[in-house]
């Protein structure tokens, strides 16, 4: 069983950046594939980005390909998303989720567990 838990959303402006975090708590987390998902008001959940647990590769949809940088400190348990250049149609709810496999993570169904989500608003 793992246990996540999101903060670091907020309200900010175009342009702007943000950092989420994602703590993790119960089994070893560096045996995890981690992504994040997000999910706007009458929208489906998008895959955002995901790193793998096993040679940290990283993968990133096309619309925050440069932009945003998932990354993973395993001695804190924690994955982090940082979002840089932040846009109006960033906006939505972003979930954290572990998995056990490597394979698959753009897609939501590879992920056993999730998080509660973080708000993300951006402004114009």
């Known amino acids: 069983q793992v246990q996540l838990v999101e903060s670091g959303g907020g309200l900010v402006q175009a342009g702007d950046s943000l950092r989420l975090s994602c703590a993790a708590s119960?089994?070893?987390?560096?045996?995890?594939?981690a992504g994040w998902f997000r999910q706007a008001p009458g929208k489906e959940r998008e895959f955002v980005a995901a790193?793998?647990?096993?040679?940290?590769?990283?993968y990133y949809a096309d619309s925050v390909k440069g932009r945003f940088t998932i990354s993973r400190d395993n001695a804190k348990n924690t994955v982090y998303l940082q979002m840089n250049s932040l846009k109006p149609e960033d906006t939505a709810a972003y979930s954290c989720?572990?998995?056990?496999?490597?394979?698959?993570?753009?897609?939501?169904?590879?992920?056993?567990?999730w998080g509660q989500g973080t708000q993300v608003t951006v402004s114009s």
């Open positions: 790193i793998r647990w096993s040679g940290g590769s990283t």
């Open positions: 989720a572990a998995a056990l496999t490597d394979w698959g993570l753009h897609n939501p169904g590879a992920y056993g567990y």
């Open positions: 119960g089994r070893t987390f560096s045996r995890y594939s």
